[in-house]
């Protein structure tokens, strides 16, 4: 049984696959070009943006969109602690502070409550000035910016989704990667869309921000003249096999992947809601299912179980083992772990199932059953 299944995706797409990566090899055009910005209508018009700028991977996004919000030295920004290290290790790069913030051990996301004491913290501290928020649509959900939205606007943060494993879910109709200034997205191939290699993109709505994203995917060059380079950039760019990869899985993702994972999920939910703490999705939410995530007593439990779906073949993951303030590269930011109690049980109590839109109703039931024997 595979955790994520890319060869059994790829058995259903194979046709189309085959004959866009035949296209681009005799097309002669590797990086960029007509596939990708094709791609970017089509995520653009999918999440509802105006524009939608194609990079190297999701770090790479987050990066861009904290270089064209002018984050920077002086500046807080604050994350969740429990999420991928990209998340927030990109503030850094910036040269701007992070500041992580515990999460609810509901959905796992940013708690709404922690992050005001949070900004008001920083406020008082007065070394930092408070500029943006980094909400992660963690494990598929997206964050709950219906609360996060009316605070970030009453203390005038900006707003940079990280939706690297969002893409697909939604909020009240809305659609992930379209609730931040920016989001950013990952096309890692594990990720709800994902391509083969590295991917990822950004998002935006002001005519403006896209012009100087591309400018920074290109080394900071010019509209006008392309060896004319007004600013620092990066090399950051999207591989036209790349894109013609995600094209099909965009729209494999829209006609029944998302319904699958909905299905599996459901299933998981009735089978298991009695023996351990399974995922809540809020009321109006959508989730991508990028991981299904399930809660257990207490560590032991939870390590001795990740043992014995082992020893039947069944693979299981930890996310998160450790949450941002127990990072060895944020050391000096002294942060104390009681000031993180939901993220430290997460970590302490969190594994992740099996779970893949093409995953067989057997093997739905394997799991099921050797949960189930486990915790007797
Ligand atoms: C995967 C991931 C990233 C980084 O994406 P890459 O494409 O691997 O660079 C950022 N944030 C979160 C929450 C992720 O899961």
């Not at 403006?208 to 950051?236: F, H, P, Q, T, W």
């Not at 949450?323 to 993180?340: C, D, N, P, S, V």
Request: charged letters at 20%.
């Amino acid at each position: 049984m595979q955790f994520h299944d890319l060869a059994a995706q790829y058995a259903r797409l194979k046709p189309e696959i085959d004959s866009a990566i035949a296209n681009v090899i005799s097309g002669g055009h590797y990086i960029l070009g007509g596939e990708v910005t094709q791609l970017e209508e089509e995520l653009a018009a999918d999440t509802g943006r105006k524009y939608c700028i194609t990079c190297g991977n999701g770090t790479d996004a987050l990066v861009l969109a904290l270089n064209a919000m002018g984050i920077g030295p002086g500046d807080a920004v604050f994350v969740p602690d429990f999420t991928y290290f990209a998340s927030a290790g990109c503030i850094c790069t910036v040269g701007a502070r992070p500041v992580p913030v515990d999460i609810s051990l509901k959905t796992f996301n940013i708690c709404p409550n922690a992050l005001e004491e949070a900004i008001l913290r920083v406020k008082a501290e007065g070394k930092e000035t408070p500029r943006a928020v980094i909400p992660v649509d963690l494990f598929g959900q997206p964050a709950a910016f219906d609360k996060l939205l009316p605070l970030c606007e009453k203390y005038g943060l900006d707003v940079l989704e990280d939706a690297a494993q969002g893409y697909g879910g939604s909020l009240n109709g809305k659609a992930a990667c379209s609730f931040g200034r920016i989001s950013a997205t990952s096309f890692f191939p594990a990720k709800p869309l994902g391509c083969w290699g590295d991917g990822g993109a950004v998002f935006t709505d002001s005519e403006e921000e896209a012009s100087l994203l591309r400018s920074l995917r290109a080394n900071g060059r010019s509209e006008k003249d392309k060896y004319d380079n007004v600013r620092i950039g990066m090399n950051s760019r999207l591989d036209t096999l790349q894109a013609t990869i995600l094209i099909p899985k965009l729209h494999a993702l829209r006609a029944w992947e998302l319904d699958n994972l909905d299905c599996i999920a459901d299933r998981y939910t009735a089978a298991l809601k009695d023996a351990a703490v399974t995922p809540s999705v809020r009321t109006g939410a959508r989730s991508s299912w990028a991981q299904y995530s399930i809660l257990l007593k207490d560590s032991e439990q939870r390590n001795g179980l990740q043992a014995a779906l082992k020893a039947k073949g069944i693979p299981s993951m930890i996310y998160y083992p450790r949450g941002m303030h127990k990072q060895t590269a944020f050391a000096g930011l002294r942060l104390k772990a009681e000031w993180y109690p939901r993220s430290e049980e997460a970590c302490a109590r969190i594994l992740s199932l099996p779970m893949h839109p093409y995953l067989t109703q057997e093997d739905q039931d394997s799991v099921i059953h050797a949960v189930l024997d486990f915790l007797g």
